[in-house]
């Protein structure tokens, strides 16, 4: 299974902040990364795909980086709808594997 | 737009089999470029992927979980399943279907259904 390493599992910021969450694979996954954020007693909702690209109907403050086995998502400033935990996701091989999940919590 | 919703027990005896229905609207199972997928997430943690089923009905599994599950579909109720067997308490977690699709990201997701394995 490829590991994947998610940092921090948590952060604290205010509105308004920018914020970056990093995911490093055990192994090269090409572009096949992804980004989730999950709300308390919700399901995740798809942020980014492809490392980089947009999920229709997500803010243009959400974007997505990578640079070899590392991929960042940043939120450019934060809003209040912003708090929740974010995952990471392989889907280069299966099984496709999360990080362990960051929950951003309002300082 | 393409919705999900989980259905089954959300109780299950030690040993027995879970077994989940995912009923999609909106949209098609039998639609091509798409899998069908089961996730899981254990109380208070992260997620694990289970296991997907194509439009042509071949499935994937996680290794893990290879040798208890079975994932199927019936495409006439535009419905798949989910068939996890000799369960125990490491089973208990709230099951999510999703789809498949670009780059295998998963979206839309079911609204999830908690199943417990308690005797």
């Known amino acids: 299974d490829i590991q994947m390493t998610q940092s921090p599992s948590s952060l604290s910021a205010s509105v308004g902040d920018r914020v970056t969450i990093t995911c490093r694979a055990g192994?090269?996954?090409?572009?096949?990364l992804n980004w989730y954020q999950q709300k308390p007693g919700k399901a995740p909702n798809l942020l980014i795909h492809?490392?980089?690209s947009l999920q229709s109907g997500v803010p243009s403050r959400f974007s997505g980086s990578a640079s070899g086995t590392d991929f960042t998502l940043t939120i450019s400033s934060l809003q209040p709808e912003d708090f929740a935990t974010y995952y990471c996701?392989?889907?280069?091989?299966?099984?496709?594997?999360f990080g362990q999940g960051t929950k951003l919590e309002i300082k | 737009q393409v919705q999900l919703q989980e259905s089954g027990p959300g109780l299950v005896k030690p040993s027995q089999t879970l077994s989940l229905t995912c009923t999609v609207s909106?949209?098609?199972?039998?639609?091509?470029?798409?899998?069908w997928s089961w996730i899981r997430q254990h109380p208070g943690k992260g997620l694990e992927w289970i296991g997907y089923?194509?439009?042509?009905?071949?499935?994937y599994y996680s290794p893990s979980l290879k040798s208890r599950i079975s994932i199927s579909a019936d495409m006439s109720k535009n419905q798949f399943s989910l068939k996890l067997s000799s369960v125990t308490a490491a089973d208990t977690a709230v099951y999510y279907c999703?789809?498949?699709?670009?780059?295998?990201?998963?979206?839309?997701w079911g609204q999830g259904t908690l199943v417990t394995v308690s005797s």
């Open positions: 996701q392989q889907s280069y091989s299966i099984p496709y594997t």
């Open positions: 089923i194509s439009n042509t009905g071949s499935t």
């Open positions: 492809a490392a980089s």
């Open positions: 192994q090269s996954i090409s572009s096949y």
């Open positions: 999703a789809r498949s699709f670009n780059w295998n990201a998963a979206h839309p």
């Open positions: 909106g949209g098609s199972i039998s639609s091509g470029g798409y899998y």
